[in-house]
């Protein structure tokens, strides 16, 4: 079975001891010491952590060149390395080429207490698949673990990576890793596609896309899901905050992962889901509606309107559902808002502003609709059996009075141009405003409204209902709300 390693990054031995012996008792098969982050790595601090943790750590010493810390020694290198080897760790990591020629040395002194030597690279950028092969070769010809790390900056190169894990596991022990953000899955997987050892944090993530510890124990021994949002960008998302709080309430073998991918990323995806072990995912601006005609199968809502939000995968068959209407038609039943007979103009032409359209003419109100491009919106008009009127922007101070006005574009969101998406004079003839964006959670337009005494919300609401929905239909379970609405206020600050 994949082995947990916490990895220990502390300054001093001292608190590396502590640290490790922490992740020890919070269920981590080991420790990997990180001698090169000591701020001054000495043979007595081997020695030390030696006696104290050393049955159940990896003992490694990075150098400069493959990432090392502020304590990477170089010029001490033999002399610690020889001591480390010596010392009685489980495990010792040596590095291809920095330690080649010192190999045999050290694992003749390692197995003197029968450590397992670990040879490790650590590649500081992408590389092809025949390389990472043959690096891979070269490690385990000289160690009995050979390890891998490799940057990975799209899901195409994540896949890539699994698939590598699998077959180069079958030969020889091996930890293959993907490592920043977009690597996450591969590290997910670790027990799935045989990685020998899984390197996770001790608390929040060291390094990014490393897993922490608890989720790393949460997902120990059973099948992982893997969840997720897909779209680009994504930094202005609660949704991974929002679902982890609520697999981690429910401790479900599960994960929800950011794949902030391009439209070509996005059929490699759909194609790898399977055997990534993807169950289901969001879809976000700005794949709604192009993810549509890619799937298998669509549901009522996603038919109706060619809008997606929430995609099930099942042996392969991908299934489109819309749970947008759903969020937003609860959250203004939350907001105590009655919208039958009254006025709405929705800003955006997008797959929210479809859901939104829906719900509202389906509760009867009349719904004007403006958008930067003009033949977006009027497409959008098309698609519905009741009359839409759309407006162009510039005309929206002329207009109006409206009861209710939606911001259906991320103008304004964290990462999108600054809004509000319209100015005063327009907020001005709004009863009430709903901005869907929800990060800030005081934006620009909610700003404008309360400058002019408007009452108005956040999507935050919409949000947290659509999110509930979309993580029953992936794991048939109700979602944990309480968890998910603390996580995103959290986040929100
Ligand atoms: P989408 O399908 O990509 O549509 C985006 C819409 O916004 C389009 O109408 C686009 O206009 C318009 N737009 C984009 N950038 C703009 C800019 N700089 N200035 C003016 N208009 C701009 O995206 P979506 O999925 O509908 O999402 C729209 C927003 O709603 C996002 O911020 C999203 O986070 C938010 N949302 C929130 C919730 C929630 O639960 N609270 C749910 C869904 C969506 P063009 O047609 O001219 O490109």
């Not at 994949?2 to 590396?16: K, M, P, S």
């Amino acid at each position: 079975m994949t082995r947990i390693a916490a990895v220990i990054t502390a300054l001093d031995a001292g608190e590396a001891e502590r640290q490790a012996r922490t992740a020890l008792s919070r269920g981590a098969d080991l420790a990997e010491i990180r001698l090169d982050h000591l701020a001054n790595p000495s043979v007595g601090a081997v020695r030390r952590l030696a006696a104290a943790v050393g049955s159940r750590s990896i003992a490694t010493l990075r150098s400069r060149a493959q990432g090392g810390g502020p304590g990477s020694a170089d010029t001490r290198r033999d002399s610690l390395l020889r001591e480390m080897s010596a010392a009685r760790f489980a495990y010792l990591d040596i590095e291809l080429r920095a330690d080649g020629g010192r190999a045999t040395d050290l694992t003749r002194r390692a197995k003197r207490h029968r450590g397992i030597v670990i040879v490790s690279h650590h590649f500081d950028r992408p590389t092809d698949a025949a390389t990472i092969e043959d690096t891979l070769e070269a490690c385990a010809a000289v160690g009995d673990v050979a390890k891998v790390a490799v940057p990975v900056g799209d899901v195409d190169a994540a896949i890539q990576i699994v698939d590598l894990q699998r077959r180069s596991g079958r030969n020889h022990p091996t930890t293959l890793i993907g490592t920043g953000i977009e690597g996450t899955i591969t590290r997910v997987l670790a027990e799935d596609s045989g990685q020998e050892t899984q390197y996770v944090a001790l608390g929040g993530a060291a390094l990014l896309g490393q897993l922490p510890l608890a989720v790393a124990r949460r997902l120990r021994g059973r099948k992982p899901t893997v969840l997720g949002l897909v779209g680009h960008p994504l930094g202005h998302s609660l949704s991974p905050a929002i679902h982890e709080a609520s697999l981690d309430a429910l401790r479900l073998p599960a994960v929800y992962l950011p794949f902030d991918v391009t439209a070509e990323s996005l059929d490699a995806l759909l194609l790898a889901a399977d055997r990534l072990r993807v169950r289901g995912f969001n879809v976000t601006i700005p794949y709604k509606e192009a993810i549509a005609p890619k799937l298998d199968e669509l549901d009522g809502d996603a038919e109706r309107l060619g809008a997606v939000n929430t995609v099930v995968v099942s042996d392969g068959w991908t299934k489109g559902y819309n749970t947008d209407v759903f969020g937003f038609r609860v959250s203004l039943r939350s907001f105590g808002l009655r919208v039958g007979d009254r006025t709405a103009l929705v800003l955006g032409a997008g797959g929210a502003a479809k859901s939104v359209v829906d719900v509202l003419l389906r509760e009867g109100a009349t719904v004007q609709v403006a958008n930067r491009s003009l033949v977006h919106a009027e497409s959008l008009a098309e698609g519905f059996n009741e009359t839409v009127e759309v407006l162009p922007i510039d005309s929206l101070p002329r207009r109006g009075p409206w009861d209710l006005l939606v911001n259906a574009t991320p103008v304004g969101t964290k990462g999108f141009p600054p809004g509000p998406p319209v100015p005063d004079a327009v907020v001005a003839k709004a009863g009430f405003v709903y901005d869907l964006g929800y990060n800030p959670s005081a934006t620009p337009l909610l700003g404008a409204a309360k400058r002019l005494g408007k009452p108005g919300s956040s999507g935050l609401e919409m949000l947290l209902h659509q999110a509930a929905k979309s993580f029953e239909l992936w794991t048939g379970r109700p979602a944990a709300v309480d968890a998910m609405r603390r996580a995103a206020k959290e986040a929100l600050g």
